[in-house]
């Protein structure tokens, strides 16, 4: 980026850029909450549950104190579960050691879990003022085509190769918004999927990639490893009013969140009614959930450790279930 292309993107950003909640912010606590929610997240599907997070958990203090199950029931849906999880253990570290104030290089924010470089260099700049990039995939790919780069952009060196490149064109006056100006091209105009909006482009005289036709080409991405699929069968176990849940493992996938129960068999003598219930496929980065389930009505309730019977209410107040099992929502009661 040059200086002439930082004043057309600053200029394009002023007047373009989307109203969001935490960008009416400076409070460091509030960034950092966003950065972390918006990774691998679409913005609408952020605003709700960043509203609701800050208002139960207004504070670093209030983050590290929070119960696992609090934390787990403000975060259902969002997906991605060990963020939230790393925001309490980050937390707990800077009440600890930086006295309940998030520190302000990018250096002592990466020793925090779930900040790597990126978030690093966001937080750093936008709530502190720090001088540094921050890459993200959005980024990634205006730099790759304005610069007409055909380096993969999924391996972890070009990305510290454009951040090296990137770092001595950030305009010191104000990093956080050059930092933003840049992340918002590619969310609004230089777009993931699809054909940019170069007519749309501040940057669009200097583009490379559109001047030789290449924008088809870039970025260039290595493929991604076919997802592993897994096949469930599963339970939605009734009895009077209340729904057979299961806690998952504290490790691994959707780690200590609850679920649907899988098959296993049941006295004949308990059941009191079964059907069908319909089929679900979730998506997750590395591996596919294809779902059927079997609604069974219990005569009496049957007792398994690792089971947990629960109402309607307590589902809602108290109890996680990640939205894999959203297409079975309307059958559980
Ligand atoms: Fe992206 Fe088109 Fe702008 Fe180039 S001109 S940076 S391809 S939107």
Known sequence: MNAHQTHLLLH???????SLPWRHTSDPYHIWISEIMCQQTRVEAVKGYYARFL???PTVEALAQVED?????LWEGLGYYSRARNLKKAAQMVMQEYDGQLPKTPEELRKLPGIGCYTAGAIASIAFGVAVPAVDGNVLRVLARLQADYADITLEKTKQNFAARLQPTIPSSKPGVFNQALMELGALVCLPNGAPLCPK???QESCLARQHALIAELPVKTAKKPRRLERKQLLILRHEDKLALRKRPDTGLLAGLWELPEVFELPVDYVHSSEDAGAAVHIFTHIEWHMTARKVVLKKTIALDNLVWVTQQQLAQDYALPSAFAGFR???F
């Not at 394009?12 to 989307?18: F, G």
């Open 330 to 332: 309307e059958m559980m």
């Open 12 to 18: 394009w950003y002023e007047a373009n850029q989307r």
């Open 201 to 203: 482009c501040p940057l």
């Open 55 to 57: 208002a139960a958990l």
């Open 69 to 73: 199950n609090k934390l787990l029931k």
